[in-house]
């Protein structure tokens, strides 16, 4: 059986509270790697409701394939699954027939690793034969039978585009672009096809002389038009309260007054706001937006178009446990008193409970880095610039360390502050010296290694702790934290450890699950999340070799997925279709109950 899900009564048992202690982690990783060799056919869902299995696989442009399979969409009327290829040298859409699925052509390798192909590309739609640019994000709407697609433009800082197609026909049709604002990062249609709904992430160039503001943009469709122009909805009215937003646990870069390569740096609140991911409410009324970087939310209301920013607030890791180094021999827990994580997530997702609407998120984290053109060390630093490098260029700015580079103060004198504790493990540099005096009080990393439940306050109703640290810990043995182009175990423990970043919600029989893929792991967790605040760890299970120093294969880097409902189906039963942006392969999965 292809489902590598190898979750036993006693893991389970282990895994219902996050106040363990690190012996008892360390206890669990060493008792799996005991086993044959990750094969996952003992025990395979044990302690699962749900059966789940490979049954189609796609790989986009074999010979690069990085970039070839990132966001996915399904069209149920066609049973097709559309796929953003970003590899070649244009931006394409390649659909994949998802109507019959040959399971016997999924022959697995001596690691029971699945590496063969049954489903192929049909149709390849070149978007830029219409729109310039590349593309971030598509999405389709079933009651238009529209595709939308984010186009990003060539240049920083000017305008993206939404490319809209329609798909009622034997090949998609070019409508129309519609104008939105810099850096499309992603789109949305609400679930009644009214309105769309787009993150404009508005990164600035290497130097930061151009860094637009980050908006989100609406636009309306009435009876299947599409309107010409979008509603741009800004971050201006916030450009005042800096400290009081940081103050509800925002996070903003501190490059005001600075001059680089020749500019002035002088950066808005809306500048620095950079909106990621959206999710529309099941009632249509409100859209969620990620600001990941500022570690916030965005609340619009569709319905007047007023808007809300929230701060997430930071994650407590002092009774908590995970790894921090990826040069202390393996898997080795910790607690960390005076170590926070800030949220920031990725993808986020939405769902009704007795009539309230609560917002699933991914906590992948993420630090800024920027570089820019200068000939050497002397000119970079003549620039403006913190530091120099042959291949990237002129550092401009940066918010990361190693905690080992930083001083201390006495409230942490507990720590070594080495390659065994913390030292290594990656922390910003715009929190935590609360007194200004060279010293760090606090600690906040990137990401909660996580995945959380908010209400529509902003509050945490659940987050699942150091859980995804303890599987993977307890899965995998000494290969957890593995990155996702590499068999090289622990190297990601400095870093976000599995790094939780792909999401998706669906219900299979009576039960609302999340699926959260793990970007550097390559693996996908599965909670039960129909009572949000009776939150169960269902399941556990990924296609990707873990052989040391072997050649990568399988499913690597879960980027976007997306969930089929049994009725829509070619099967009959759900499905979880994942792009995977290493690999470049689209894998579905059929999702049945025991």
Not at 430 to 450: F, I, T, V
Not at 553 to 563: K, N, Q, R, V, W
Request: proline share 3%; with cysteine; hydrophobic share 40%.
């Amino acid at each position: 059986m292809l489902n590598k899900s190898i979750i036993a009564l006693s893991l389970l048992s282990l895994l219902t509270g996050c106040s363990l202690d690190g012996d008892d982690g360390q206890d669990g990783a060493q008792g799996v790697q005991g086993t044959a060799g990750n094969n996952g056919e003992n025990g395979t869902n044990a302690n699962s409701a749900l059966n789940i299995n490979l049954i189609g696989r796609a790989v986009l442009n074999a010979q690069s394939p990085e970039g070839a399979a990132e966001i996915v969409a399904y069209q149920a009327s066609k049973k097709w699954i559309y796929a953003i290829n970003s590899s070649g040298d244009e931006a394409v859409v390649n659909i994949i027939p998802a109507d019959t699925f040959d399971t016997a052509a999924l022959a697995k390798d001596n690691e029971g690793i699945v590496t063969a192909t049954n489903l192929a590309s049909a149709i390849t739609l070149s978007l830029n034969e219409n729109t310039p640019g590349d593309a971030n994000s598509i999405a389709i709407d079933a009651n238009n039978q529209l595709l939308a697609v984010a186009m990003a433009a060539t240049s920083v800082g000017e305008a993206g585009q939404i490319a809209f197609y329609n798909i009622s026909g034997d090949t998609p049709a070019f409508v129309k672009n519609v104008i939105v604002g810099a850096l499309p990062d992603m789109v949305a249609f609400s679930h009644d096809g009214a309105k769309v709904v787009v993150a404009n992430e508005g990164e600035p160039n290497g130097d930061y002389s151009i860094d637009p503001e980050g908006t989100i943009s609406i636009i309306d469709i009435t009876n299947g038009t599409i309107a010409d122009n979008a509603l741009s909805i800004n971050f201006q009215a916030y450009n005042n309260q800096q400290a009081e937003l940081e103050a509800r646990g925002l996070v903003f870069a501190n490059l005001t007054g600075r001059t680089i390569n020749g500019n002035l740096i002088n950066t808005t609140v809306a500048m620095d706001l950079e909106p990621e991911y959206v999710s529309i409410s099941k009632d249509n009324k409100y859209a969620y937006v990620s600001i990941q970087e500022n570690n916030g939310l965005a609340i619009i209301n569709l319905e007047d178009n007023s808007l809300e920013l929230k701060g997430l607030g930071f994650k407590d890791w002092s009774n908590l446990q995970f790894d921090a180094s990826d040069k202390d021999g393996g898997v080795n827990f910790k607690s960390y008193p005076g170590l926070y994580g800030m949220y920031q997530p990725d993808t986020i997702a939405s769902f009704s409970w007795k009539g309230a609407n609560f917002i699933v998120s991914a906590n992948e984290g993420d630090a800024r880095e920027y570089f820019f053109d200068a000939s050497d060390e002397a000119d970079c630093i003549a620039q403006g610039g913190l530091d120099y490098d042959a291949k990237d260029g002129c550092l401009a700015y940066i918010d990361e360390s190693r905690v080992e580079n930083l001083t201390l103060a006495a409230n942490f004198d507990y720590l070594n502050n080495d390659d065994n504790d913390i030292g290594r493990l990656k922390v910003t540099t715009a929190k935590g010296d609360k007194n200004n005096d060279g010293q760090y009080e606090s600690l906040y990393a990137y990401g909660a290694r996580s995945f959380t439940i908010w209400d529509s306050n902003g509050l945490v109703v659940f987050d699942s702790g150091d859980q995804i640290a303890r599987v993977t810990a307890s899965v995998h043995g000494n290969a957890f934290n593995n990155n996702e182009d590499e068999n090289k175990g622990d190297t990601r423990s400095d870093d976000k450890g599995a790094e939780p970043e792909a999401l998706t919600l669906g219900k299979v029989g009576d039960r609302l699950f999340a699926f959260v893929g793990l970007e550097r792991m390559g693996g996908i967790m599965v909670f039960d999340i129909t009572n949000p605040y009776d939150v169960k760890f269902q399941d556990y299970f990924y296609n990707r070799g873990l052989e040391p120093s072997a050649d990568i294969s399988g499913d690597l880097a879960p980027e976007g997925m997306t969930f089929v409902p049994a009725a829509q189906s070619a099967t009959n039963e759900a499905l979880l279709i994942v792009g995977n942006e290493i690999s470049g392969s689209i894998a579905v999965w059929e999702i049945t109950t025991q």
